[in-house]
């Protein structure tokens, strides 16, 4: 609806509640009286013992929790103490407050009393009280007629109990004096003391149904009455979490119901709520002109009257006494145009069996759902009410207080409530409700890049189906299209400072196959971010609509975790880029019986795309499976939605001829070492060496010729590959920015520069001794071969699959060469004869000499002649 609607909407309640309050003021403004406590009560003992300190919340804790229910007389006597610990137990626990509804309850209070220093101080004075309507739920268009009667104490002060006790008598009528109710044993603050009893007649049957840990029941009979007494001491405080499901309920309480069967709910509940057969007047009219218009399809009689409920029929509940239960009359309700479930679900049922179309009214639990089958059998069990009905032979499920709900004949979206009460005389078993179709949001956020200065261009386009339209139209709908753009904007202006709208948004809206289609265009200026460092443009993207679906979970998660089932969406992320992407396809998935997502990266052209895909299964992550969920959460929110990428821009020249500096910083510091090192080696001072008579240094000949071509050829060729594979650019070093390979990436190039630089210098290094002849040449140059078989062994079979590269042939081959060629060499130069005679020069190179021709003559063996 349109703002000015609802703002006239709510000016007409708020004249209807002005109404209700004037007729009650006529009858009497709720009263509050002063009695003495009930003669009917049974004894409490004293208790004195206090809870842990390290347990206690908000500064105070119950020491007393008093109540005893007398069945018979419909009265509740309630006692309460609170002890104040801190000085935050006088801000939150100094007030009293008790609701009740003056239609049918009457309250007592029967004492307040202040402890300070085990005296008693007297503070009831019924003109303290503040008798204030207390209605929670008029934001929900739902008046109750409730009260609340206000005490504020005042001077109260730390250490303080503070003792109140009254009494609710009464019951609402609409329940035919059938007791039922639902007990708890337990809160979410510390109990020191607690006490309930039940008070019945022993002819009144009662059903009794125990959840969580409660305390024994102690039965016993005294002046015809039967008593059920439940008593605990030192009771904790229940486990309580924002994010726990709506019919998760650990606390311990007991449910007591008078009813032996559903179908006992089901007759009362009719007997209430009959189906309108004698329908005249407005309403009779327009059942006669959808008839008309119907003909005999009776889909589409159904899906006219179902539209006349939802959408001219506004809700609104004016739910005082026996409405909290019983529905206004059909015609009545259509007349006003306003009611609540159960006053839709009935005009409803009413228009539908006119036309002799079968429909009953349901009752349901719009929290609990399915867990309603926990219950025994007890009005309470529900909270909403909806319809079922047979069209042509299809059993059909409608809730009557969707508005704006799209979809074609029987085909309309329907809660997963899980389990219902079909009223319908003769049933006497709750019935399984069959899950609906469920629909679907597919986004996709194009961002197309101009170039690296001019506005991104961002196109959003999101198309709801089934149940994710019908909440879009309806939030369209009750806001205007000025707001709805202002708020989209707001979305993205937290991602993106620099971000304006460019066009107005655009709605497609198909009522009948429910779909709704909205398309949002923005400008982001300063998409991308210089990084200081390499001095590059980066850009980067998060997929926030797949991470903010997701609960906090910590350590102090104790319960289980709601999730905003039914959900399913898929995602995509298209960022149009100049130059094409060069990158690694890439997908992850997790499948878990309660969610399942995936995520997939891909390139085609100039566009990458990043698609997601998440799925709700259930409505909640269990509590075993929390330690799953939190691990699958961190792994999605910090590997799988975020990706980054690098721009160079193609019309600048510098960034045509852009350099990566760290490598080439790297490379020069890894030459100077190397230099050093090689020098200090090489001037190492080695042995004197002595040559015989005759004898001298050899030339360089035989096979050494062709090591000495190697040499030259290996260092020559890999200084070539650092610039055939582009090592330096800064091009190269971005090409997998983003990508979940990126760092093993970057380090495989990190590998490939410093291990081809190591051996280009290497074999410069052993080309020199060679050339000089070095005494030093031989460990040296089998360290070499040995190096050398290191470095291309390593790359195959740890560098490439490091980043998922593909093991070339190549690759292969150059491996297995190096290896033979290592085995060949390295016995060479261990063995030969020419290698020990040829690399005997010394350093420093003079530091040689010759045997004189006498020391070889004596040296020689004599001859006889």
């Not at 206000?150 to 009494?167: H, N, P």
């Not at 909270?383 to 047979?390: D, S």
């Not at 409530?417 to 003769?426: D, F, H, N």
């Not at 998440?614 to 509590?623: E, G, I, M, R, Y």
């Amino acid at each position: 609806m349109s703002k000015c609607l609802k703002i006239y909407l709510t000016l007409i309640f708020c004249l209807l509640l002005v109404l209700f309050k004037s007729q009650l003021a006529k009858a009497g403004t709720p009263v509050i009286h002063q009695s003495p406590r009930p003669t009917w009560l049974s004894s409490v003992k004293t208790y004195d013992q206090k809870p842990s300190a390290r347990t206690i919340e908000r500064g105070f804790f119950y020491a007393l929790i008093e109540e005893q229910i007398q069945v018979e007389k419909q009265a509740d006597y309630h006692h309460v103490i609170r002890e104040i610990v801190s000085d935050a137990g006088i801000q939150n626990a100094s007030q009293i407050s008790i609701s009740f509804d003056p239609a049918f309850e009457r309250l007592d209070f029967h004492d307040i009393t202040v402890w300070r220093d085990n005296k008693p101080l007297n503070r009831l004075k019924i003109s303290a009280f503040k008798v204030l309507a207390d209605e929670k739920n008029l934001s929900d268009f739902l008046y109750q007629g409730t009260f609340s009667a206000l005490c504020i104490l005042d001077d109260i002060r730390k250490g303080d109990r503070i003792e109140y006790s009254y009494t609710l008598t009464g019951r609402n009528p609409i329940f035919k004096g059938k007791y039922c109710d639902n007990i708890y044993f337990q809160w979410y603050t510390p109990i020191a003391h607690q006490y309930t009893a039940v008070i019945t007649s022993p002819q009144r049957k009662l059903n009794f149904k125990y959840f969580n840990k409660t305390p024994k029941v102690t039965v016993s009979e005294n002046v015809g009455l039967k008593q059920y007494a439940y008593e605990d001491f030192q009771i904790p405080a229940g486990e309580d979490d924002n994010n726990q499901p709506a019919w998760y309920d650990p606390l311990g309480h007991v449910q007591i119901s008078e009813y032996n069967s559903w179908a006992d709910v089901v007759d009362w509940a009719l007997s209430i709520n009959p189906t309108d057969t004698h329908i005249t007047g407005e309403l009779a009219d327009r059942i006669k002109k959808l008839k008309i218009e119907a003909g005999n399809d009776k889909e589409k009689y159904f899906r006219a009257a179902v539209r006349t409920v939802q959408n001219e029929v506004r809700y609104m509940g004016i739910e005082i006494g026996q409405y909290s239960h019983r529905a206004n009359d059909p015609q009545k309700v259509f007349k006003q145009r306003y009611g609540d479930c159960k006053d839709k679900s009935l005009l409803l049922v009413s228009m539908l069996n006119a036309n002799c179309i079968e429909a009953h009214m349901v009752l349901v639990n719009a929290s609990r759902n399915e867990h309603i089958a926990d219950y025994i059998p007890t009005y309470y069990a529900f909270n909403h009410a909806v319809v079922t009905a047979n069209v042509n032979g299809k059993q059909v499920w409608v809730d009557a207080t969707i508005d704006y709900q799209g979809g074609e004949g029987t085909d309309i979206y329907f809660p997963d409530y899980g389990r219902g009460l079909v009223l319908k005389a003769g049933n006497n078993a709750l019935t399984t409700i069959p899950p609906s179709k469920t629909g679907k949001i597919t986004g996709k956020d194009i961002y197309t890049i101009k170039d690296e200065k001019s506005p991104v261009l961002l196109t959003v386009k999101t198309v709801y189906t089934g149940n994710h339209a019908d909440n879009v139209r309806d939030r369209l709908a009750s806001n205007s299209t000025a707001e709805t753009e202002k708020s989209y904007l707001e979305y993205y202006a937290k991602i993106y400072t620099k971000i304006e709208r460019k066009d107005s948004l655009a709605i497609s809206d198909d009522l009948q196959k429910n779909i709704i289609t909205t398309t949002e265009t923005y400008l982001i200026n300063n998409f991308f971010k210089k990084d200081s460092t390499t001095n590059r443009l980066t850009g980067g993207l998060y997929a926030y609509s797949i991470s903010e679906m997701f609960p906090s979970i910590t350590g102090q998660t104790k319960t289980p975790v709601s999730l905003s089932y039914p959900y399913n969406l898929e995602y995509t992320q298209q960022i149009i880029l100049p130059g094409g992407w060069d990158i690694t396809p890439d997908s992850a998935s997790i499948n878990r019986d309660y969610f399942r997502f995936s995520s997939n990266r891909n390139a085609v052209g100039d566009s990458l795309f990043l698609k997601y895909k998440l799925t709700f299964l259930k409505d909640n992550a269990p509590l075993n499976k929390l330690a799953e969920f939190k691990g699958d959460i961190k792994t999605i929110n910090n590997e799988e939605l975020s990706y980054s990428f690098s721009y160079i821009g193609a019309g600048s020249a510098s960034s045509a001829t852009a350099v990566n500096s760290f490598l080439i910083i790297l490379t020069v510091v890894l030459i100077a070492g190397f230099v050093f090192l090689c020098m200090r080696i090489y001037q190492r001072e080695t042995p004197a060496i002595v040559f015989a008579h005759g004898s001298g240094f050899h030339p360089i000949g035989g096979w050494l010729v062709l090591v000495t071509i190697g040499l030259a050829l290996t260092a020559l060729a890999a200084i070539f590959r650092e610039f055939s594979d582009h090592i330096f650019s800064l091009h190269t070093w971005t090409l997998y920015a983003g990508s979940r390979h990126e760092f093993n990436y970057k380090l495989a190039l990190v590998y490939q520069l410093v291990g081809d630089t190591i051996l280009a210098g290497y074999a410069i290094f052993c080309l020199v001794l060679l050339l000089n002849k070095r005494d030093i040449l031989p460990s040296f140059i089998i360290g070499y071969f040995i190096y050398g078989l290191i470095f291309f062994t390593l790359k195959i079979i740890v560098v490439q699959p490091l980043h998922k590269a593909t093991l070339t042939n190549d690759s292969i081959s150059v491996a297995v060469r190096s290896f033979v060629v290592a085995v060949i060499w390295i016995s060479y130069f261990k063995k030969s004869t020419r290698v020990a005679e040829t690399f005997i020069v010394p350093y420093p190179p003079y530091n040689y000499s010759y045997e004189g021709p006498e020391t070889f003559a004596k040296e020689q063996p004599h001859q006889e002649g």
